[in-house]
Protein backbone atom coordinates (compact mmCIF):
# COMPACT_ATOMS: atom_id res chain seq x y z
CA UNK A 1 0.00 0.00 0.00
CA UNK A 2 1.37 3.57 -1.13
CA UNK A 3 1.75 5.80 2.34
CA UNK A 4 0.95 9.46 2.95
CA UNK A 5 4.06 11.45 3.92
CA UNK A 6 3.04 14.03 6.35
CA UNK A 7 -0.29 14.75 7.01
CA UNK A 8 -4.23 14.26 5.67
CA UNK A 9 -3.86 17.91 4.51
CA UNK A 10 -0.98 16.90 1.97
CA UNK A 11 -1.88 18.12 -1.74
CA UNK A 12 -0.23 15.58 -3.86
CA UNK A 13 0.65 17.19 -7.30
CA UNK A 14 1.50 15.81 -10.55
CA UNK A 15 1.08 16.30 -14.48
CA UNK A 16 0.26 14.33 -17.71
CA UNK A 17 1.42 15.33 -21.00
CA UNK A 18 4.83 16.50 -20.80
CA UNK A 19 6.39 14.66 -23.75
CA UNK A 20 3.73 14.90 -26.23
CA UNK A 21 4.03 16.87 -29.67
CA UNK A 22 0.61 17.50 -29.24
CA UNK A 23 -2.49 18.90 -26.75
CA UNK A 24 -2.14 20.61 -23.53
CA UNK A 25 -0.16 19.26 -20.67
CA UNK A 26 -2.45 18.39 -17.84
CA UNK A 27 -1.85 19.23 -14.31
CA UNK A 28 -3.73 17.66 -11.11
CA UNK A 29 -3.36 18.55 -6.83
CA UNK A 30 -5.51 15.84 -4.71
CA UNK A 31 -6.02 16.34 -0.86
CA UNK A 32 -6.85 12.31 0.11
CA UNK A 33 -8.49 11.71 3.15
CA UNK A 34 -7.24 10.65 6.58
CA UNK A 35 -7.14 6.91 6.31
CA UNK A 36 -7.76 6.31 2.29
CA UNK A 37 -6.97 3.19 0.69
CA UNK A 38 -7.33 1.57 -2.19
CA UNK A 39 -5.12 -1.80 -3.44
CA UNK A 40 -5.75 -0.43 -7.01
CA UNK A 41 -4.34 3.12 -6.51
CA UNK A 42 -0.79 3.06 -7.86
CA UNK A 43 1.79 5.15 -10.68
CA UNK A 44 -1.02 5.65 -13.84
CA UNK A 45 1.14 4.60 -15.89
CA UNK A 46 1.61 1.28 -14.05
CA UNK A 47 -2.38 1.09 -14.44
CA UNK A 48 -5.04 -0.48 -17.04
CA UNK A 49 -7.17 2.28 -18.67
CA UNK A 50 -9.72 0.15 -17.09
CA UNK A 51 -8.31 0.97 -13.23
CA UNK A 52 -7.57 4.68 -13.83
CA UNK A 53 -11.03 5.42 -15.10
CA UNK A 54 -12.32 3.44 -11.96
CA UNK A 55 -10.67 5.47 -9.09
CA UNK A 56 -10.90 8.55 -10.98
CA UNK A 57 -14.15 8.41 -9.92
CA UNK A 58 -13.26 7.30 -6.48
CA UNK A 59 -10.88 9.82 -6.45
CA UNK A 60 -13.42 12.81 -7.10
CA UNK A 61 -16.10 11.65 -5.10
CA UNK A 62 -13.51 10.82 -1.72
CA UNK A 63 -11.05 13.20 -2.08
CA UNK A 64 -11.20 16.46 0.56
CA UNK A 65 -10.32 18.47 -2.72
CA UNK A 66 -9.24 18.26 -6.15
CA UNK A 67 -8.20 20.55 -9.30
CA UNK A 68 -7.24 19.51 -12.49
CA UNK A 69 -5.50 22.84 -14.82
CA UNK A 70 -4.93 22.25 -18.40
CA UNK A 71 -1.89 24.36 -20.54
CA UNK A 72 -2.43 24.43 -23.62
CA UNK A 73 0.07 24.35 -26.63
CA UNK A 74 0.47 28.03 -26.81
CA UNK A 75 1.15 28.55 -23.48
CA UNK A 76 3.79 25.41 -23.67
CA UNK A 77 5.69 26.92 -26.50
CA UNK A 78 5.58 30.75 -24.57
CA UNK A 79 6.56 29.30 -21.59
CA UNK A 80 9.06 26.11 -22.23
CA UNK A 81 7.49 22.34 -21.35
CA UNK A 82 8.92 22.30 -17.41
CA UNK A 83 7.70 25.94 -16.32
CA UNK A 84 4.09 25.00 -18.31
CA UNK A 85 3.98 21.68 -15.84
CA UNK A 86 5.01 23.55 -13.36
CA UNK A 87 2.82 26.68 -13.71
CA UNK A 88 -0.17 23.96 -14.06
CA UNK A 89 1.06 22.32 -10.78
CA UNK A 90 0.60 25.65 -8.94
CA UNK A 91 -2.04 26.64 -10.27
CA UNK A 92 -3.69 23.27 -9.43
CA UNK A 93 -2.61 23.63 -5.72
CA UNK A 94 -4.10 26.77 -5.35
CA UNK A 95 -7.38 26.10 -6.22
CA UNK A 96 -7.52 23.22 -3.76
CA UNK A 97 -9.77 24.02 -0.59
CA UNK A 98 -9.03 23.37 2.04
CA UNK A 99 -5.66 24.90 1.75
CA UNK A 100 -3.02 22.27 2.23
CA UNK A 101 -0.46 22.19 4.70
CA UNK A 102 2.55 21.10 2.22
CA UNK A 103 2.61 20.17 -1.07
CA UNK A 104 4.47 16.54 -2.11
CA UNK A 105 5.59 17.25 -5.70
CA UNK A 106 6.05 14.45 -8.12
CA UNK A 107 9.70 15.24 -9.73
CA UNK A 108 12.82 16.62 -8.72
CA UNK A 109 11.81 20.61 -10.02
CA UNK A 110 9.21 22.99 -8.48
CA UNK A 111 8.96 26.51 -8.30
CA UNK A 112 8.41 28.16 -4.83
CA UNK A 113 4.92 28.95 -4.27
CA UNK A 114 4.62 32.02 -1.81
CA UNK A 115 3.06 30.62 1.40
CA UNK A 116 2.86 27.10 0.35
CA UNK A 117 5.74 24.50 1.71
CA UNK A 118 6.71 21.31 -0.50
CA UNK A 119 8.75 18.60 -1.25
CA UNK A 120 9.97 17.43 -4.33
CA UNK A 121 10.08 13.20 -4.56
CA UNK A 122 11.43 11.25 -7.97
CA UNK A 123 9.21 8.80 -8.74
CA UNK A 124 6.61 10.11 -6.14
CA UNK A 125 3.66 8.84 -8.48
CA UNK A 126 4.74 5.32 -7.34
CA UNK A 127 6.00 6.06 -3.58
CA UNK A 128 2.57 8.02 -2.35
CA UNK A 129 -1.01 7.96 -2.71
CA UNK A 130 -1.58 11.47 -2.94
CA UNK A 131 0.82 12.16 -5.83
CA UNK A 132 -0.45 8.61 -7.42
CA UNK A 133 -3.85 9.86 -7.24
CA UNK A 134 -3.13 13.30 -8.86
CA UNK A 135 -1.35 11.50 -11.97
CA UNK A 136 -4.58 9.39 -12.11
CA UNK A 137 -6.75 12.45 -12.40
CA UNK A 138 -3.82 14.38 -14.61
CA UNK A 139 -4.11 11.17 -16.90
CA UNK A 140 -7.68 10.26 -17.49
CA UNK A 141 -8.24 14.61 -17.40
CA UNK A 142 -5.84 14.13 -20.54
CA UNK A 143 -6.68 11.55 -22.16
CA UNK A 144 -10.46 12.09 -22.41
CA UNK A 145 -9.52 15.92 -23.86
CA UNK A 146 -7.12 13.91 -26.35
CA UNK A 147 -9.72 11.67 -27.79
CA UNK A 148 -12.26 14.41 -28.23
CA UNK A 149 -9.77 16.51 -30.12
CA UNK A 150 -9.01 13.06 -32.33
CA UNK A 151 -12.93 13.34 -33.10
CA UNK A 152 -11.83 17.11 -35.26
CA UNK A 153 -8.72 15.72 -36.28
CA UNK A 154 -9.12 12.05 -36.73
CA UNK A 155 -6.03 11.59 -39.03
CA UNK A 156 -3.54 12.07 -36.15
CA UNK A 157 -4.85 8.75 -33.84
CA UNK A 158 -5.04 10.94 -30.77
CA UNK A 159 -7.87 8.30 -29.26
CA UNK A 160 -4.42 5.58 -29.35
CA UNK A 161 -1.08 7.71 -28.94
CA UNK A 162 -3.11 10.57 -26.91
CA UNK A 163 -0.35 12.87 -29.00
CA UNK A 164 2.90 11.14 -28.01
CA UNK A 165 5.37 10.70 -30.35
CA UNK A 166 4.74 7.43 -32.26
CA UNK A 167 5.84 6.34 -35.68
CA UNK A 168 1.69 6.50 -36.97
CA UNK A 169 1.49 9.94 -35.21
CA UNK A 170 4.94 11.30 -36.94
CA UNK A 171 4.24 9.61 -40.62
CA UNK A 172 0.40 11.75 -39.93
CA UNK A 173 2.46 14.89 -39.20
CA UNK A 174 4.71 13.98 -42.28
CA UNK A 175 2.00 13.43 -44.73
CA UNK A 176 -0.51 15.76 -42.96
CA UNK A 177 1.48 18.84 -41.50
CA UNK A 178 1.02 20.02 -38.16
CA UNK A 179 -2.11 21.58 -36.59
CA UNK A 180 -3.31 24.16 -34.08
CA UNK A 181 -2.67 21.42 -30.84
CA UNK A 182 0.66 20.69 -32.12
CA UNK A 183 3.50 22.38 -29.84
CA UNK A 184 5.38 24.40 -32.86
CA UNK A 185 8.66 24.31 -30.16
CA UNK A 186 8.68 20.59 -30.11
CA UNK A 187 10.79 18.73 -32.87
CA UNK A 188 7.71 17.15 -34.65
CA UNK A 189 9.46 15.20 -36.89
CA UNK A 190 13.37 13.67 -36.73
CA UNK A 191 15.72 15.34 -39.62
CA UNK A 192 15.33 12.85 -41.76
CA UNK A 193 11.70 13.01 -42.12
CA UNK A 194 10.58 16.16 -42.48
CA UNK A 195 9.54 17.32 -45.70
CA UNK A 196 10.46 20.36 -48.22
CA UNK A 197 8.39 24.04 -47.08
CA UNK A 198 6.87 21.96 -43.95
CA UNK A 199 6.39 24.14 -41.00
Not at 45 to 51: A, F, I, P, R, V
Not at 84 to 93: E, H, K, L, V
Not at 161 to 181: D, F, Q, V
Request: proline share 5%; aromatic share 8%.
Amino acid sequence: MLPFYTTHLEAGLDEAGRGCLAGPVVAAAVILPEGFSNPLLNDSKQMSEKNRNILREIIENEALSWSVQFLSPLEIDELNILRASITGMQRAAMQLNPRPLHLLVDGNRFYKLENFNHTCMIKGDARFMNIAAASVLAKTHRDEHMCLLHEQFPVYGWNKNMGYPTKAHREAIRLHGSCEHHRMTFALLPKQLKMDGFD
